[in-house]
């Protein structure tokens, strides 16, 4: 099936760093999603985007819907022990069908 | 709020036999559940959709006499994995939606064939 390019593939950063990560894709979209899942779980919801040049923030996570509707970012400020996970970004024409990116996975050391 | 459960946690089960896995949405109608599968280390692939009462939609490459998905009320669909085969060993996760709201998911369910 179809995947979204998302990378870096995997960051290492030092507790108190800021994370960006980014997602493109081939396809204009009309909805960015972006999820964090933990290990043996399902992904949770962090940020929905709805349109072109949008800017949402969610804490110290702050998300952008590119103006191309091809492109999403995501930057998490001053991170934590707790950010490890992997996150994923999510597009589509709508929320119904969803095409997810291949992942980051994210190490944060105290 | 939108809270959504699956069961079981985690199954091992031998080849050939058919397994049977519940996604619940707690405390909302879910009008639409969709089914993924991950592989170790992989993103979320899409298997099926489906809607409350109708037939699901299968994603090309997945079959639907392989994976049978019943979605019989607003808050429980059901994947049924029948005769499987340790390549069908993946972690399974369903997600659930209303119209114009965000797909939201379950904690997934480990499947194991030895």
């Known amino acids: 099936g179809q995947q979204l390019n998302q990378s870096p593939q995997s960051m290492f950063i030092q507790e108190g760093e800021d994370v960006s990560m980014n997602c493109t894709s081939s396809s204009i979209f009309n909805t960015w999603l972006w999820y964090k899942q933990d290990p043996g779980e399902g992904p949770v919801l962090l940020i929905a985007?709805?349109?072109?040049?949008e800017l949402t923030s969610n804490g110290r996570l702050t998300a952008q819907f590119g103006i191309t509707r091809k492109d999403s970012f995501l930057n998490i400020s001053a991170s934590i022990p707790s950010d490890v996970g992997i996150y994923f970004c999510?597009?589509?024409?709508?929320?119904?069908?969803?095409?997810f990116g291949t992942g980051t996975r994210l190490q944060v050391f105290p | 709020g939108a809270v959504v459960s699956q069961h079981p946690s985690w199954v091992i089960c031998k080849s050939g036999t058919s397994v049977k896995i519940e996604c619940r949405s707690l405390?909302?109608?879910?009008?639409?559940m969709f089914w993924y599968r991950q592989f170790p280390k992989q993103s979320l692939m899409l298997m099926a959709t489906s809607n409350e009462g109708s037939k699901a939609t299968y994603e090309q490459g997945v079959e639907k006499d392989k994976f049978l998905i019943n979605h019989a009320s607003l808050t429980l669909s059901t994947l049924t994995v029948t005769s499987a085969h340790p390549e069908d060993s993946s972690f399974y996760i369903c997600s659930a939606t209303q119209p114009s709201y965000e797909q939201y998911f379950g904690p997934g369910t480990r499947l194991t064939v030895t």
């Open positions: 405390d909302f109608q879910a009008t639409t």
């Open positions: 985007l709805y349109k072109a040049g």
């Open positions: 999510a597009g589509g024409l709508n929320t119904d069908k969803l095409i």
